[in-house]
């Protein structure tokens, strides 16, 4: 038996003379505890037990993914008083099977191929509307809901900066944008200002009747954008439009997991970025991609051997 087998045993006995029910744990923590064995892991870290909880051999429409994390936590609670080194996961890490969704995650090309999607449409107006709407989520992380809320002035066009004054939970903030989104936006303005003479609202994203978009609308279309580009064909999650903020964050992160950066300090910086009420809902995303969770994992076996050393 292995030192962190001999703690799990403790563990137990401790829950147990306190009279709680550890049917489950009894089961599921000698599995844990191997796979920390097998990996070389001296004590629970956030990314192996991600990593455990969602064994590709689990379906991710089960409740076993979340049951293994509640018992991954209780485990490493007790071993971060014993190794400093221990990481505690984040409750809501794993959402409960019932709101558990994979996202899909975009690559450049099926952004790229639902772009090129809209300008089949036979009026100009919606056509630009679309492309840059969709243009504009790939390329900040925004909410559908930010993009469709924004209005004219809402833009800083020598700051570079765009300001979504109604973000959700009623907090604004500021995205500074690359120098090809402020042309793109200021590309889109000239055609809208061009083909909508006189427009019955200040939003900056506007309809043929020159009103301001309206959500489920957009969202159909978005899905026959995808149908007939065939982005997501022959894929087991259908693409969403949510999706694209979802992709944002995870190539965010995986840029800098590449890049060697210290993706725990910058976190916080990403969840402000996208106007997460609390952090943990960017610690989400690590579970979002196989890639990601591997890199993640290999990083923080990096760490450990330095720590070791």
Known sequence: MSALSDIADEYLALRRSFGHDLVEAHRLLPRFVAYLDSVGEPTVTVAAALAWAQAPDV????????????????????MAALDERTEVPPPGLIPNHQRWRPPFVYSPEDIAALMAE??????????????TVIGLLAATGMRVGEVIGLNRDDIAWDDAV????????????NIPLLGSTMAALADYAETRDRLCLQPSTPAFFVSMRGTRLLYQPFRLAFRRFCDLSGVGAGSSIRPRIHDVRHTFAVRTLLRWYREGADVEALLPTLSVYLGHNDPRSTYWYLSAAPELLALAATRLDLSREVLSR
């Not at 379906?59 to 485990?75: D, I, L, Y």
């Open 59 to 78: 379906s991710p429409t089960s409740t076993v993914w979340s049951h293994r994390m509640m018992v991954a936590r209780g485990f490493a609670r007790h």
């Open 118 to 131: 809209t300008r089949r449409c036979r009026w100009r107006l919606p056509a630009a509307t679309w492309e």
């Open 162 to 173: 765009l300001t979504i004054s109604t973000a959700k939970f009623g907090k604004s903030r």
